[in-house]
């Protein structure tokens, strides 16, 4: 049996205290240093951050949020126990826990932070394929002569790195494919380190929800029920040809993830297929210079992010949100692609117009998608808005004005609605 000491590294073959330090913290698996995919998802990322840059939450629970008229973004573990989740309206998050510190996200610490961890697990492998800021696959397959120990060690070496020097906390998951190394980075969380076997996998799996399969949520999980299926066992019986003609592509993909057989690669250099932004107001809004003032920001940032990334964008899409929590979307399709915030802006403004009876609202985005390279963008005039071309050289000269003096150094009046 192969055994690793998570404090200080030591492998031996059995025991349940490491031989070197006597710490109880060791990890035990057959197969532990044979496998290489791993997954590793940061604890409660935004809230740790926080945590650190501010000794005075340490012991206290902790929302990061975007205010009572928000949604949590994160929530530390203490909130946590409270029953506060990701994504739970804010005021239902402090009536479970009114104790709760609410800080506003601050995201440049977060990109800060999650660049120093990239940079750790780079040292590894090349083969890193980011998820979010806070999580990301890493495949060490061939780095045991690199580095003279096997991935296991290695991975347990950078979460006590991230320890020690960026005092952030995370869970590794380590298997033979990345379906499996996701599942187990979330099996003993926090600081935890979980290890699935390809030996083991049809019997860890065999009476596990669906629900642990990446990209099933409720609308698909629902539909699974209606056929029978519950769990993994539920699923293998049905044959593939069937699982196909019933949920088209996807029954293909849930008949091998049954199995634990995912054949997807870490990929270093996932495209990017969406940007966009969105802000939940503090009291609802329906008057329509308001919201094109919240649009024209947003319109902004998504262009801000285009640009410095060099993609354009084809498709733009509105996002409303009512009081009532139902959500609108509408999008449109563009001749050509853009990343130009005037055009996104103005094509966004013109998909809520039509939408603006149902108001008020709670919640405005807007994002451009079919992205692709800058320069075959805003290439023709546009024959119905001749002032278009102007505009849009306007607000390359305002770009280079914000680049040069902060982003605060000109701004539209629209802006300041």
Not at 221 to 227: D, F, N, P, R
Not at 300 to 310: F, I, M, Y
Request: proline share 5%.
């Amino acid at each position: 049996m192969s055994c690793l000491c998570r404090d200080c590294l030591t492998t031996f073959d059995h025991g349940t205290r490491c031989p070197s330090c006597g710490r109880p913290r060791v990890l035990t698996h057959p197969e532990l240093f044979t496998l290489s995919i791993a997954h590793m998802d940061c604890d409660a990322f935004y809230a740790s951050v926080e945590k650190r840059d501010n000794p005075d939450l340490r012991d206290k629970p902790v929302i990061v949020g975007g205010g009572k008229r928000g949604v949590v973004t994160t929530a530390c573990y203490i909130a946590r126990i409270k029953g506060v989740r990701s994504a739970m309206p804010m005021f239902k998050a402090l009536a479970l826990c009114p104790e709760a510190v609410v800080v506003k996200p601050r995201m440049d610490a977060y990109v800060a932070a999650s660049r120093e961890i990239r940079d750790m697990m780079a040292e590894l492998t090349p083969d890193v394929e980011p998820l979010s800021l806070d999580e990301a696959f890493m495949d060490l397959t061939g780095t045991t002569k690199l580095h003279g120990h096997p991935p296991a060690v290695m991975l347990a070496r950078l979460v006590n790195r991230m320890r020690d020097e960026l005092h952030l906390t995370g869970s590794i998951g380590l298997s033979h494919n990345k379906f499996l190394a996701k599942i187990a980075s979330d099996l003993d969380k926090p600081r935890g380190f979980s290890v699935i076997g390809e030996a083991e996998t049809m019997d860890f799996l065999a009476n596990k929800p669906v629900s642990l399969i990446w990209g099933v949520g409720r609308a698909t999980q629902a539909a699974l029920e209606k056929a029978g299926i519950r769990t993994f066992t539920d699923l293998r019986r049905w044959e593939k040809d069937d699982l196909h003609h019933r949920f088209g592509a996807m029954g293909d993909r849930l008949w091998h993830l049954a199995r634990g057989q995912d054949s997807r690669r870490v990929s270093a250099h996932r495209p990017v297929k969406s940007i966009s932004n969105e802000t939940t107001f503090s009291e609802d809004i329906g008057a329509a210079d308001l919201l094109e003032g919240h649009l024209w920001r947003l319109a902004q940032k998504v262009s801000d992010r285009a640009k410095a990334k060099d993609i354009a964008g084809r498709t733009v899409t509105l996002k409303l949100k009512r009081a009532s929590h139902a959500t609108l979307t509408r999008r449109v399709t563009l001749h050509e692609p853009t990343n130009i915030a005037d055009r996104v802006y103005r094509t966004a403004r013109d998909l809520m117009t039509p939408e603006l009876p149902q108001g008020p609202f709670r919640l405005i985005g807007v994002g451009i998608s079919e992205l692709g390279p800058a320069d075959q963008a805003d290439l023709s005039p546009d024959l119905l808005d001749p002032d278009a071309t102007k505009r849009a050289k306007a607000e390359r000269a305002s770009d280079e004005i914000r680049r040069r003096f902060g982003t605060d150094a000109i701004m539209k009046g629209r802006a300041l609605r």
